[in-house]
Every structure is written in C-alpha cells, then in structure tokens.
C-alpha cells in the first residue's frame, strides 16, 4: 500500500491554484464572459467543490485585483518613506512596478482590463488612481527639482511613463524572455534617459 | 409644407454612421460580446436594416480594423520611402502613428484589442505583427548607425517604444486632452530624450 496520505475533499485544488485557473480564464474570456460554470468545466470538479472555496464569483476577482494591487502599493509606499530628490523615488517606483509586473502578470494583467462594472471593479479602479496620482506628483515635484524636462507637462509624462510599464502586460512573458531585473533596467534607460544615444 | 427632402429608406444611418456606433459598442462591450440584436437596438434600426449595409458582424470588424491598419501603413509607406538616417524615420513613423491614433482612436483602440478568434482577427494580427517587424528593423538599423544606445536590446527598445504609442488608448480623448500634434511632440521627447532634464 502506498505511504501517501489519503486524497480526501477536493483533490487537486486549494483555493492559491483555484485562482490561478480562475485569473486565467478571466484573462482569455474576459472576466464578464466567464462563468462560474466554465470554470468548474476548466477545473475538472463542481460548482459547489468551487464555492467550498471562495463564495462567488466576485470574490475570485477581488483576490485577484488585491493581489495585483497589493504588490504596487507595497512599492508606493516603499517610494513614499525614501529621502532624496523625487527623480530617483520616481525611478524606484518605476523599477518596482515593473517587478511587480513580472511576478504577478496575469493578476496585473487582469487588473489593467477591469471596467469598472461592479463595486468591486470601481474599487479597483479607485486605488489605481490613486495609484496614479502619486506618480503625477513625484513627476511635478522632479519637474520643480529641475530633474525632468520643463517642455514636457507633468500629467502627460507621468501617463506616458505608467503607459510604458503597463504596455509589458501585452508582450512579456517571464519564461521566454529577459528576466525581470533586466526589463526593469531597460524601462528606466528608456524612460528616464530616452532611445537616442 | 416641409421643403427638406422626405426621408426614405432607411433612415439617418449610412454604413459610416453605422461602422462608428458598432465599433463603439465593440470596444465597450467587446467584439465577442456583442450581437447584431445589441446593435440594432442601439441604432433603433432592424436587423435587416442593418444587413441592407453589410452583410455581417465580421464585415464590421474587417471594415474597422483596416481603417485602423490602413492608416498605420500609410505611415508605414511614408517611412520607408523616405531618405536619411533610420533615427529620423523612426521618429517620423512614432509621430505619423500617434497622429494615426489620435485621428482614429476607436479603430485603433478595437485593433489593439483583437485576440485572433476569427480568420479576420488573425489576418489583422499578422498585418500588426508586420508593422512590429518595421519598426524593429528601424530601431536595429538606428542602433547599427550609433544613433540608438548600444546598452539596449533593439528588440526590447523596439516594444516599448510602440508600447508607449499603444498605451495612448487608455487614456487619451481628443476632445478633452491636448492637440493630437503636441502629444506626438510629448511623445517623440519622450521616447527619443527621455524624461530626465
């Protein structure tokens, strides 16, 4: 007989795995297009082994989007506490969103479609503006250090540079191409020092 | 009595005023997501008014990526017909592209969005992927001519640069934002200078 605990309950799935297929499938159908049902089809086991997890729907969202914006909030805040001018608390903030961006694509992915439909999307939406925000101020106040170009507005940079990052969600794909760190660098070259030699 | 010409037919839409609202409701509610039921009733028209127009919900697609493609190769022909150094007709070809967007920014924005279902969404990608591979044969070039910095991979520079231009869609509004030739200027700065001063 085999040493190996019994397989008792839901095999195969906690609730970590459940929402990596559920984030999945948001991603390729839209999160709208998705049901409950097509997801317990992708999982292999039933509705109700699915809701012994999670309670709904809505809820798998939430835990997605969290995840995705936890990650940026952690370097927001990193980037508040930081001494120094703004253009490097800008640089760090742009470097670690792009880490974050590597380590939970599809959560970030998935965080970047959300419409604002549900509560929970405009809850999401909500602290993304916030979010962004703080990069509008850290260009103004580099801006008035006279770090960043003056011929550039502020609000448009600041737009461009988050546009840039959030653009990786379309073509990076962690296994396949540079590493992480290295994306990050070639983002701030770019960004901060621009293609030209 | 009235002197306007009676109205016959079917009234106030042509197939332009018709490509427009379907290409609107597309992008809000997805291609996938929206029938030819929804459309007539946004137009308040009948089905079979519609199809006086065109024959399918495919022929819109079709009719509204390539307006958006169209465009993009036009400054794509533009380019490559030009003289010089490859520097300049990268940059002539971000600018033209930014004007393309601002001037057809719901075609474009649905262009972005296309995931390849149909057979008309994977000859749009592989018109996209066409246009990708000029712009990194640029970058490769302007890098091989010492005007792009040698500590970037020219594939990377390449998508991030046209990941900046794409990001424009998600928040852009002609309307409401700065003149469509300022933003590519904001953009050329950016992209080619970079942020810092």
């Known amino acids: 007989m085999s040493t190996a605990p019994a397989r008792r309950g839901r095999p195969g799935y906690d609730l970590e795995s459940l929402l990596q297929v559920a984030v999945k499938l948001f991603n390729e159908r839209g999160y709208d297009g998705t049901s409950m049902e097509d997801l ?62 590597a380590d939970r694509l599809p959560f970030v992915t998935l965080l970047l479609r959300v419409r604002g439909n549900t509560k929970i999307e405009r809850a999401a939406l909500a602290r993304r ?3 962004d925000h ?10 008035s250090e006279g770090d960043v170009r003056p011929d550039l507005d502020p609000a ?32 701030c070259k770019m960004a901060f020092e621009g293609l030209r030699a």
Chains 1, 2 share one sequence.
């Open 134 to 143: 703080l990069v509008a101020d850290l260009v103004k106040q580099a801006e």
């Open 156 to 187: 448009v940079a600041a737009r461009l540079l988050f546009g840039t990052v959030n653009s990786l969600i379309e073509w990076y794909r962690p296994r396949r191409d540079s590493p992480a760190e290295d994306l990050a660098d070639a983002v």
């Open 129 to 131: 503006r916030e979010f």
């Open 40 to 101: 317990s089809r992708k999982l292999g086991i039933t509705k109700s082994a699915i809701y012994h997890h999670v309670p709904s729907k809505e809820e798998l969202l939430r835990l997605a989007v969290d995840r995705a914006l936890d990650g940026l909030f952690e370097v927001a805040d990193e980037t508040t506490a930081l001494e120094g001018p703004a253009i490097d608390r800008l640089t760090h903030l742009v470097r670690g969103s792009v880490l974050v961006l």
